[in-house]
């Protein structure tokens, strides 16, 4: 179940944090100060008062399972709003494996995400509770939960800061949450619980979110009780009117409709059927559905009988269909009409609306018709609603009659309204005249308002995605042209280093960052003898990079992409190793040494060439130390498990260097942004190598999936016109082909 969104201001709505015993129940007080306790001992005095927290699924087996701590020693337990579900049974274990029905859920928060239930038992153990007011940066914690099932576990971390998050104060904590440990305990040394474990960090695995205890406190004072025989009809469909069939979890909220869950007919297929019978043809059946994933399918459903066979008129990954169901599995489907469309919006809400006639069906989207067949193959029946697979989504404004009123503003109000917006000023003060004018005619006002909103928001992000776009195009531009038609050794590679940091640093100087290259060469060159041999200068290079001012590799924060950038590596002094020995080589060639870079797997270094004398290697990411290539070996072995072969030690080209670079920045985007990130990078390493196939070949594939079809095509016929060997041309075709499909 989706976590609900934590946007309650607690200090207004609970101006004392004091707790007070509930009327009903004797409610553990704060503990008196008391010895810091061990780990051993904490788990050991805490485990019979952490409890396992289930609810049901519809078919009664379990649907989820979370942590609950005991509060009261008669029965009560708090954890969180999310955990115990809502709308069905739910039940408690026991630490010592004796297992209870919920019988109340007995306080409840679903803004906070916070629930108390109570259970028939008594003589339970009991944690006390802590003030979390006094809790400190820094402070020592325990975390007690059952993570992905394992029952009773126990984590140490510390308390890394009290921060907002969606508006609620809230504890941060250095320690892994995993799904089960919701609702667990946080303790401070002392045994008191301090917080209620709640929210994972979707960014990183050791970090995570507690809602401070004091916040629970208001809800123990004055609960508010609900049976379990009510709880569970929270939000159920009233069966005098809807029906649903073949499972999933269907319920009413403020006067929409929602389901989700994989229903029990064949391709997750589950309907709800309006009980009230339409009218005789011809008809019409309207409802306005949003899809929380377009990738689902959901939607309206009529001359239903009530079982297997009805149509369908819905979204399904981004088009339209109109489907015969003609029975209980694919092979009695018949997808009548599939349409792409303009008029559908993805990610908003979308009117459906279809007219039912003698022999004829007539589907509309957002008021324009857009598919008309003569069909007529089922004769009466109910309608309703439709979902499949695992789809998520609302419907609201369902109707059933002879004809149903178009949902657009009429033309002619629209276009008064659209006038009277005309006079709005574009800053300060609203004038009282027009909003007297439009309040007259409200919801066509707020309707046009909205849409006008809507599409200067759509234009705004497009010009930023233009603007985005030009930048990323001048970038890998400008470092396909440093490549065009230039030796290795005219290429300027820091300059290359610059315009790869500048891809994601719109206000990088470079001219700025080369003065900085030569003012840092400078200082060195001050403190050379006049006659100095290349030995001196590689030595007062390394004292002024490593010593002097602390360059080093980056070992807590690795795969930061700060580490990729020249201009960051330069102002923080930490970098990865390849970045570290462009700025080496740089500064080398700045005091006329002649420096290459060595490729290693997994690690990047670079040789010190003098005209006289034997190659020195050097690993500028490790403080410039110097190796024979036997330590260089047996250094990337215990690295990275790699073996170092001959050719690997082989001086490596600056147009390399610059693809190893972004090929770096890509990996991590694919690891982060997902598909849409590492196009910048992919078309900056194409623009320095346009005979890379692989990389062309996974830009193709990237810009079908993001919808870019004219580009995919040209990169898809670039390839087939080259024909590189390392590719199989005919799955190239297959894919140009099925992005034609998909265009279409």
Known sequence: MPRPLLTALLCALFPSWTAHAADDAQVSKPAPAAKELSVEKLATQAKNAIVVITHENRQGGQRGIGTGFVIDAKGLIATNYHVIGESRPIKVQLADGKTYDVTHVHAS??????????????????????????????????????????????????????RDVGDVPMVQLAIPIEPGNSGGPMLDRQGRVHGILTLKSAVTDNLGFAMPINVLKPLIEKPNPIPISEWVKIGQMDPSEWKPLFNARWRQRAGRILVDGTGQGFGGRSLCVFQKAPPKRP?????????????????LMFESDGKHKHYGFYPSN???????????????????????????????????????????????????????????SLTGGKAGLAKFRRTVAQFKGFEVAKQIAPSRVPAKVA???????????????????????????PHATEKIIQQRAKLLEQQAAQLRALART??????????????????????????????????????????????????????IKTTLPKDADEKTRRDALNNYLFKQNGYHGSRTDYYNKSNS??????????????????????????????????????????RHEPQKGKPQLIDPFN??????????????????????????????????????????????????????????????????????????????????????????????????????????????????EAVIRQKQ
Not at 415 to 439: F, H, S, V, W, Y
């Open 470 to 523: 030009v930048h990323y195009e001048h970038c890998a531009h400008s470092l396909g042209e440093l490549f065009s038609k230039k030796k290795d050794e005219e290429v300027d590679l820091f300059r290359a280093a610059l315009l790869i940091a500048l891809i994601d640093n719109h206000e990088l100087d470079i001219d700025e960052y080369r003065h900085e290259l030569k003012r840092m060469a400078s200082q």
């Open 318 to 376: 981004g088009r339209i269909r109109l489907t015969l169901f003609d029975g209980p599995d694919v092979y009695s489907w018949h997808v009548l009409k599939e349409i792409k469309t303009e008029h559908y919006k993805p990610g908003d809400w979308n009117v459906l609306r279809v007219r039912v006639e003698k022999d004829t069906i007539i589907g509309y989207v957002n008021d324009e018709k857009i598919v008309e067949v003569k069909e007529n």
């Open 623 to 736: 403080s410039g130390n110097l190796l024979t290539r036997k330590q260089a070996v047996d250094l990337v072995f215990d690295m990275s498990g790699y073996d170092v072969e001959d050719h690997h030690f082989k001086a490596v080209s600056k147009r390399d260097i610059v693809l190893r670079m972004l090929n770096n920045l890509m990996r991590t985007a694919f690891n982060s942004e997902g598909e849409t990130g590492p196009l910048r990078y992919l078309n900056a390493i194409l623009a320095v190598d346009p005979n890379a196939a692989r990389e062309r070949w996974a830009r193709m594939m990237l810009r079908a999936r993001t919808q870019r079809f004219d580009a995919a095509l040209a990169d898809a016929d670039w390839l087939i016109e080259h024909q590189p060997a390392e590719l199989d041309i005919h799955q190239v075709q297959r894919f140009r």
């Open 565 to 606: 950038y020249i201009n960051e590596v330069i102002d923080d002094r930490e970098g990865l190793p390849i970045t570290l020995s462009v700025l080496y080589m740089e500064l080398g060639r700045q005091l006329d040494l002649n420096i290459v870079g060595v490729g290693l797997p997994g690690h990047f270094i670079v």
């Open 109 to 162: 928060d679903r803004k906070l995400d916070l629930a108390i239930v109570r259970i028939d038992a008594e003589g339970l153990t009991a944690l006390p509770l802590g003030d979390s007011d006094t809790l400190k940066q820094g402070r020592r914690i325990v975390a007690m939960g059952n993570p992905h099932g394992l029952k009773h576990s126990i984590v140490e971390g510390v308390v890394s800061s009290v």
């Open 415 to 441: 276009a008064q309204i659209e006038k009277q917006l005309k006079t709005m000023p574009n800053q300060g003060e609203l004038p009282q005249a027009l909003i007297d004018t439009l309040r007259k005619q």
């Open 283 to 299: 008809y019409e059946v309207a409802v306005t559905v949003k899809l929380d994933d377009e990738s689902g399918a959901a939607g």
